[in-house]
Every structure is written in structure tokens, then in C-alpha cells.
């Protein structure tokens, strides 16, 4: 009886263990590095806010700005106001959007455009994931014209196709331009 008391006990700390490690916090930071290719200088906005960092610094034409916090659940969207975007929802821009959770990312259009983006979770370059989501006027290919359904609960990423892209999400540098 003592014998099979402890083979349950060991099983249940096994499966504890394992439990505690599916849902343990990510060692290593995330990074997001923002450069500003546009002539004008600007402040790129996160919608919501990074953790830990309300608002950028102006970025001049060719500066970039680099930021590292803890989170394996953000989701959230970046964008440039220059051009009259509206610095409160997005509307009127190009929108990187990117979810930590699953290291699904992309380019939306569907809000308007009013700069050139690139996006881009670093890692691994093979197999198509971990490829730049790159769009440059409001009619590229490589983003979405309707909403991507990103920032919902309801999309399921490895159920959508190109211009989604995808990149395991253990990886942690992100590295977003505009123009």
C-alpha cells in the first residue's frame, strides 16, 4: 500500500512539475527596437502601451530606440502618426500588429496607410517563418486590407495564411521600421 501511495505521489509531482513548466514566465526578455527611416522626426505609438513604458522618445530621421520588458501575453499593435493618423486608435494607419503568445505578427492596412513598415520577429530564417512583413504602399501585398483578426481571441494563427507570419515564439527580439 505504501508502494503505490508513493508511485501516486510521484506521478502527481511529475505532473505538477510539468504543469509549473507549460506555464512558467519567459526567462529572457522581449525586445522591441523601433527605427525611424521617414524624413520627420516622430514618436512610434504601442496600442496598448508596452509594459513598463508609456509612451517613445521623438525619433529623428535614421535613430532607432530599443525597449525590453517581460511578457508572454501582450498583444498589441505599433504604428507612426505622422500624416494625420489618429494617435488614439490607429485609424488613418499602416499597423504592425504582433502577439507574443503565439509569435504571430503582421502588416494591416485596413485602417488606412500613411507610411512604409517592416516587421520583423528575429530568429531562425528557414522553413517561411520568421520572414519580414514588409509593406510599402497602401495597395502591398504583404498585408491586410481587412481586419486580420490579430488582435481578437478568436483568431487562430496557424489557421491563417500569408500575410500572417509566424516565428516560434521562444524568439525575442522584434525590429520595427517605418518608411
Given at each position: 500500500m505504501v508502494a503505490i501511495l508513493r508511485t501516486i505521489f510521484a506521478?502527481?509531482?511529475?505532473?505538477?512539475?510539468?504543469?509549473?513548466?507549460?506555464?512558467?514566465?519567459?526567462?529572457?526578455?522581449?525586445?522591441?527596437?523601433?527605427?525611424?527611416?521617414?524624413?520627420?522626426t516622430f514618436a512610434p505609438i504601442f496600442l496598448p502601451a508596452?509594459?513598463?513604458?508609456?509612451?517613445?522618445?521623438?525619433?529623428?530621421?535614421?535613430?532607432?530606440?530599443?525597449?525590453?520588458?517581460?511578457?508572454?501575453?501582450?498583444?498589441?499593435?505599433?504604428?507612426?502618426?505622422?500624416?494625420?493618423?489618429?494617435?488614439?486608435?490607429?485609424?488613418?494607419?499602416?499597423?504592425?500588429?504582433?502577439?507574443?503568445?503565439s509569435g504571430d505578427y503582421d502588416i494591416s492596412v485596413a485602417n488606412g496607410f500613411n507610411v512604409g513598415m517592416y516587421l520583423q520577429l528575429l530568429g531562425r530564417q528557414s522553413q517561411g517563418y520568421c520572414q519580414a512583413a514588409i509593406c510599402g504602399s497602401k495597395t502591398c501585398k504583404d498585408a491586410y486590407h481587412s481586419e486580420s483578426g490579430l488582435m481578437t481571441e478568436s483568431r487562430n494563427g496557424s489557421e491563417t495564411v500569408k500575410p500572417n507570419h509566424s516565428c516560434p515564439p521562444t524568439f525575442t527580439t522584434w525590429n520595427v521600421q517605418f518608411c
Open positions: 506521478v502527481a509531482t511529475l505532473a505538477a512539475a510539468a504543469t509549473a513548466a507549460a506555464v512558467a514566465p519567459r526567462s529572457s526578455k522581449i525586445t522591441f527596437t523601433v527605427t525611424n527611416k521617414c524624413k520627420h508596452l509594459p513598463g513604458k508609456p509612451q517613445w522618445s521623438n525619433l529623428t530621421s535614421g535613430k532607432s530606440e530599443s525597449y525590453s520588458f517581460h511578457s508572454d501575453t501582450y498583444r498589441g499593435k505599433v504604428f507612426s502618426p505622422l500624416r494625420q493618423a489618429n494617435v488614439t486608435t490607429g485609424e488613418g494607419a499602416t499597423q504592425g500588429e504582433f502577439d507574443l503568445y
